[in-house]
T-cell receptor, first 114, second 111 residues
Framework: SQQGEEDPQALSIQEGENATMNCSYK?????LQWYRQNSGRGLVHLILIRSNEREKHSGRLRVTLDTSKKSSSLLITASRAADTASYFC??????????????FGQGTILTVHP | DVKVTQSSRYLVKRTGEKVFLECVQD?????MFWYRQDPGLGLRLIYF???????EKGDIPEGYSVSREKKERFSLILESASTNQTSMYLC??????????FGPGTRLTVT
């Protein structure tokens, strides 16, 4: 089952611009994670935000989490052509039986034009 | 650096063949996962394992089985491959409730 829904499905911007991707989910979570996937490759973990956190930064990445709205956003500042990839949000459900399983959204395809 | 390796990057098999996909991690992670990724359907969890010899079904386990005899190795088995199992297969490992580390993926084609 796909818990997360991402918006937009595709985003095209110029180098130097900021890119914002949004993710909504349905059930209570332990944490929410963002991943990046270059075409035809495995996923790379970007950032993890726990349910009791509201904002997290890592380099040019900023993630926010609003548990009351069951939503998260990923902001990439000063984008580069090398940021071109698919970006996925994924949630770990709250509760002891989840074992840290991730439920992925459909992803946002980001294209950054030089 | 964490490393998750998968036995093949590309694999072509015939319908009805038994297929083994192997995944090895070097970080002593408890959890290991198998996903398949298809256009328009995203990543879907097939099976996962939270300990040696322990396994749990994911969202789409039909037609698959798994084996985890050692902590570092998690195998996905297609008992009788079918064309609808043509897909990208991704293995991942993690500590419980932490980020997952993915292998490079195996693109399987069943003809």
């Amino acid at each position: 089952s796909q818990q997360g829904e991402e918006d937009p499905q595709a985003l095209s911007i110029q180098e130097g611009e900021n890119a914002t991707m949004n993710c909504s989910y349905k059930t209570s979570i332990n944490n929410l994670q963002w991943y990046r996937q270059n075409s035809g490759r495995g996923l790379v973990h970007l950032i993890l935000i726990r349910s009791n956190e509201r904002e997290k930064h890592s380099g040019r990445l900023r993630v926010t989490l609003d548990t009351s709205k069951k939503s998260s956003s990923l902001l990439i500042t000063a984008s580069r052509a090398a940021d071109t990839a698919s970006y996925f949000c994924a949630t770990v459900s709250a509760g002891g039986t989840s074992y840290g399983k991730l439920t992925f959204g459909q992803g946002t395809i980001l294209t950054v034009h030089p | 650096d964490v490393k998750v390796t998968q036995s093949s990057r590309y694999l072509v098999k015939r319908t009805g063949e038994k297929v083994f996909l192997e995944c090895v991690q070097d970080m002593d992670h408890e959890n290991m996962f198998w996903y398949r990724q298809d256009p328009g359907l995203g990543l879907r969890l097939i099976y996962f394992s939270y300990d040696v010899k322990m396994k749990e079904k994911g969202d789409i386990p039909e037609g698959y089985s798994v084996s985890r005899e050692k902590k570092e190795r998690f195998s996905l088995i297609l008992e009788s491959a079918s064309t609808n199992q043509t897909s990208m297969y991704l293995c991942a490992s993690s500590f419980i409730h932490y980020e997952q580390y993915f292998g490079p993926g195996t693109r399987l084609t069943v003809t």
